[in-house]
């Protein structure tokens, strides 16, 4: 008989433990898909979940907030996700967050995020469908750092071969680093520049000196000449007669050019002289012909000098001459 109730005791025992754990199992399966919440259906649109499943986690600014509750494949390139997100969480939600899909850590499985947009909107309502932003995932950053990489160990060979030619002495720049006689030029050249610098600023220096003692002092022509109200009067009067004589030359030269084209329009005898092609003819005519006279008296009178009968005579002359030409000396 004790033994009969020992065995219903510990059979009865299992049977307890087991609906206990049975229970708590439930219980813990349906809180992990919220089996005993309340929940409302969001949607979202993805070109590439990056690996995410059904079951994973839904946070809404990192506060975990419902579970993926269906993926479905709408086309080639569009994926929609479905989340089952906890009611409580409604109010907070607005129709204008984004969702992401990052992972859960570095190597944590794959979840979606839930930020808030931008400015205010309207409280999200069941079945809704929110815009997603695609963020990069790790093939992409990987294949990025890759080429990165690659373009690295370019530059650090092309570098080196820059490097090689300038210790080489190649290039202007080796030749620049290399050459002691350009660096020593150099050197000259920069000290010449500062040396050149002193006397420009000591130069500058005593130009300021200069117009300061010009503005102050009237002993000087430029100081009287800038300070002297006198001075300036007399030289603006000076400026002013200068200006009323150069009018009245201008006035002057006015009435010569009219009197000018008078003589030019009139038919008096400067026009007749001037105009008249015959009256040049016949000047020309009449010293042509005072010209052959003279040649034929100079003839002429050649030879009477040589003439036996008045070749006397023409001596007599030229001794006369010889000797008023000595009584004058």
């Not at 399966?29 to 919220?34: K, V």
């Not at 092309?158 to 050459?179: E, F, P, Q, S």
Request: hydrophobic share 35%.
């Amino acid at each position: 008989m004790k033994k009969t109730n020992s065995q219903k005791l510990r059979l009865g025992s299992f049977v307890l433990i087991g609906t206990i754990l049975f229970i708590a199992g439930v219980y813990l399966i349906g809180q992990r898909q919220d089996m005993f919440k309340k929940t409302f259906t969001l949607s979202s649109y993805f070109q590439n979940v990056n690996g995410l499943q059904k079951g994973n986690n839904v946070r809404y600014s990192g506060i975990d907030i419902g579970t993926v509750k269906n993926i479905v494949m709408i086309n080639d390139s569009t994926i929609k996700v479905e989340m089952s997100i906890e009611e409580k969480i409604l109010s907070h939600i607005k129709k204008n967050a984004i969702a992401t899909i990052g992972s859960d850590g570095l190597v944590g499985n794959m979840i979606v995020n839930i930020v808030p947009g931008k400015g205010a909107s309207e409280i999200i309502e069941n079945e809704d469908i929110i815009v997603s932003y695609s963020r990069i995932g790790t093939d992409d950053i990987l294949n990025t750092l890759n080429t990165s990489s690659e373009n690295a160990a370019i530059l650090t060979s092309d570098l080196l071969k820059i490097t090689n030619r300038i210790t080489t002495g190649k290039g202007t720049i080796g030749v620049l680093i290399n050459d002691t006689v350009m660096a020593q030029d150099l050197k000259q050249s920069i000290h010449n520049l500062k040396i050149a610098s002193r006397g420009a600023s000591h130069t500058i220096a005593e130009l300021n000196s200069i117009v300061s003692s010009v503005k102050t002092e009237d002993n000087t022509i430029l100081g009287m000449l800038l300070n002297d109200s006198i001075s300036a009067g007399k030289l603006k009067t000076v400026v002013t007669n200068l200006e009323i004589s150069s009018a009245e030359i201008e006035t002057l030269l006015n009435n010569a050019n009219a009197v000018v084209s008078d003589f030019n329009s009139s038919n008096g005898a400067y026009n007749y002289m001037v105009k008249d092609t015959s009256l040049v003819n016949s000047l020309k005519s009449t010293l042509k012909n005072i010209n052959e006279g003279t040649d034929k008296f100079n003839q002429n009178m050649e030879a009477l000098k040589h003439n036996f009968l008045t070749r006397g005579y023409f001596r007599k002359l030229e001794r006369q001459e010889k000797k008023e030409v000595k009584t004058k000396e």
